[in-house]
């Protein structure tokens, strides 16, 4: 099993930032993933999801910021995230959508860190 979550950094609020997560083929390949994150005050939120079709779901906070988007080819999820503020600051990570999180074990794998300073 293998989910790790790439691409976090330092930026300043309006800039961008691309996160990446690879994930085993059992976790990725028809299956719809999410980004979800976490800070210390908070527990962890879904973000966005995207099905295995390419269907997808925002929170309300990022939508039309932040874009999600997989490469099947690949077994690999990406989040595209623009027009950042320092809310947004947070451990971002990949997974299944929150059912299939709960039935697979409620197993995480490693997230990056994603700081926007005003």
């Known amino acids: 099993v293998q989910l790790q979550a790439s691409g976090g950094g330092l930026v300043q609020a309006g800039g961008s930032l691309e996160l990446s997560c690879t994930a085993s083929?059992?976790?990725?390949?028809?299956?719809?993933m999410a980004w979800y994150r976490q800070t210390p005050e908070s527990q962890r939120d879904l973000v966005a999801v995207?099905?295995?079709?390419?269907?997808?779901h925002y929170a309300d906070s990022v939508k039309d910021r932040f874009t999600i988007s997989r490469d099947n080819a690949k077994n690999t999820l990406y989040l595209q995230m623009n027009s950042l503020k320092p809310e947004d600051t947070a451990i971002y990570y990949c997974n299944n959508d929150p059912r299939t999180v709960v039935q697979n074990g409620n197993y995480w794998g490693q997230g990056t860190q994603v700081t926007v300073s005003s």
């Open positions: 083929e059992n976790i990725f390949v028809n299956h719809a």
């Open positions: 995207i099905t295995s079709g390419g269907g997808t």
